[in-house]
């Protein structure tokens, strides 16, 4: 225990982490949070020094998101907070509970032109719940304790606490009583029973949630809930929505459905706006959710089809709808919903390789095999066309996707923070070669850090996205500055970061195998650079008429 007389803001700060049970920290250092490195020297919070304050944000993200706990990203002022902005928007979509801690110009120089003076909370408060300036070293702690109960409240998501340097080094003569606990906003009893009650009466009920409540994230409970209702329950985290091919025929579910539950699910871009594609005009509505304004703009939207709507925190809804009375039998609804949400892009085996590379569902075959073989293994997959198919190859265990963001790049530092968190689990990280060269440093941070992945880069020399919309949207004719080098080496760039590296270039799904076992083998960070063609991503064929398609 400290001498509290000669207790410092930044003690005091990294004090109150310790309490609310934080034990890992992603950081890239900085003048102005020096105070916060010394102040964890000796303590029990591990610190991950990262190359891009990004990563860190990331890294933070994907902690929140396998531990349920806080995640803690440690950035300094000025430019470092800057770069760290663009993860917290990912943090946000994704509904993660990060805390962004930023080193700030000291207050005794507020308006005098200080290094790196900013108002960094003007800039925070549009992709963070909340957003505050230290006020104090005396009030800094009870503050830090005030923004994680909000990160865990709620929809969860990312919070910002600015550093002043003045307040980290300002002395501090009381330890404050801390209060981390998240206050719960449960559903009203007769609001619960009216729900039961819509769901027992459907034929067809679909419960489907925003990412909070994914498998990964409530150990299951997603799942288990949907045993005890008799009825489809799905997460929904990708920007695809209704198109997500890891959902296969969704959008068919949703057309066939009586009665469809929001649970924490906004209503947003990824549902069509509950317009078209989400239901049919007979389909009834509720919508439960801790925002009253998700509320609003359901109801705007759906109008006398929303026949329940309430405020309430979504979990414990989840786990309130788990037990109780047996739901009615609707074991056809759920097998035909099952089949359907099961559904894949069908590529025919003549061309999941040739001299050009392999189809990227060849690639999906390989990793899909690995994780049949280890089903507890941490599953990472980040965007674009390659992504997209990726994240379709199906896998019972923890998953971390890009995210409704749609944002790139993020997959190392997921990487990172898996292996940190689960250590005696196989971590496969997906992403595209335009991907790769967001994060491409922290392969040094992976190897530095003893972090164990694999990361399978599928190159196909070109931001794919982007070079299919042309060929969609303006033709074949007019693709053009989308191309990326095809001598490009990520994987040798790695060796040299201290990482291993293995190429699979030749467009053999025998050589792919070889590499991929070789790279299990290996231990540590591991790139994995696969040649590949550049296709569309998939899009599961609907029995129903197409709705619009989010790219």
């Not at 990964?216 to 209704?242: D, F, H, I, K, Q």
């Not at 191309?483 to 050589?511: K, P």
């Amino acid at each position: 225990m400290r001498d509290e007389a000669s207790m410092t803001g930044a003690e005091a700060l990294v004090d109150a982490l310790h309490a609310a049970g934080v034990r890992c920290i992603f950081s890239l250092s900085g003048n102005q949070i020096m105070p916060v490195y010394d102040a964890l020297l000796g303590r029990d919070i591990r610190l991950v020094h990262v190359r891009h304050e990004a990563a860190a944000v990331y890294a933070a993200e994907a902690w929140a998101q396998l531990t349920g706990q806080i995640g803690v990203a440690l950035v300094t002022a000025g430019a470092g907070f800057g770069n760290a902005l663009g993860a917290v928007i990912s943090a946000q979509a994704s509904e993660s509970p990060v805390l962004l801690l930023s080193g700030d110009s000291p207050r005794a120089q507020d308006g005098m032109g200080a290094f790196q003076e900013l108002d960094q909370c003007a800039m925070s408060a549009p992709v963070t719940k909340a957003s505050l300036r230290a006020g104090s070293a005396a009030t800094l702690a009870a503050e830090a304790a005030e923004l994680i109960r909000m990160a865990l409240s709620g929809r969860p998501g990312p919070v910002h606490l600015a550093l002043p340097a003045d307040v980290l080094t300002d002395p501090v003569t009381a330890r404050p009583d801390l209060d981390f606990t998240p206050p719960v906003q449960g559903l009203q009893a007769d609001d619960l029973a009216a729900l039961r009650a819509f769901l027992d009466g459907a034929a067809r009920p679909l419960v489907l949630t925003g990412p909070a409540l994914s498998n990964t994230r409530t150990n299951g409970a997603l799942a288990r809930m949907a045993v005890a209702l008799n009825a489809p329950a799905l997460c929904m985290e990708s920007p695809r929505g209704l198109r997500d091919p890891s959902l296969g025929a969704l959008v068919d579910v949703t057309r066939q459905a009586d009665r469809i539950v929001l649970l924490g699910k906004s209503g947003d871009f990824t549902t069509g706006f509950l317009g078209q594609g989400m239901g049919n005009a007979e389909t009834r509505f509720a919508v439960i959710d801790p925002e009253q304004a998700e509320i609003d703009r359901a109801r705007a939207r759906l109008g006398a089809r929303l026949e329940i709507a309430a405020c309430a925190d979504s979990l414990p809804v989840l786990l309130a709808l788990s037990g109780g009375a047996a739901a009615p039998d609707r074991a056809e609804w759920m097998h035909e919903a099952a089949q359907a949400t099961a559904m894949r892009t069908e590529v025919a085996q003549s061309a999941l390789a040739d001299s050009e590379g392999l189809h990227p569902a060849a690639v999906g075959a390989a990793v899909g095999a690995i994780l049949r073989d280890h089903p507890d293994a941490v599953f990472i997959s980040d965007g674009g066309e390659f992504g997209q198919w990726m994240q379709a190859i199906p896998h019972g265990g923890a998953r971390i996707i890009n995210g409704v963001s749609g944002a790139i790049g993020a997959a190392p530092a997921y990487a990172i923070a898996a292996s940190i968190a689960r250590p005696d689990v196989p971590v496969i990280a997906v992403m595209g070669d335009g991907t790769a060269g967001f994060l491409l440093a922290e392969y040094e941070t992976a190897a530095r850090e003893g972090a164990s992945f694999i990361a399978v880069i599928g190159n196909d020399s070109c931001w794919n996205a982007e070079h299919q919309i042309q060929i969609r949207e303006y033709g074949p004719e007019r693709t053009h500055s989308c191309a990326l080098s095809n001598v490009a080496r990520y994987d040798i760039a790695a060796q040299g970061l201290g990482a291993a590296g293995a190429l699979a270039a030749d467009g053999s799904v025998e050589t792919l195998a070889q590499v991929l076992e070789q790279a299990q083998r290996s231990g540590g960070p591991v790139c994995v650079n696969i040649r590949i063609r550049p296709v569309p991503a998939p899009v599961v064929a609907s029995r129903a008429p197409q709705a619009a398609a989010v790219h």
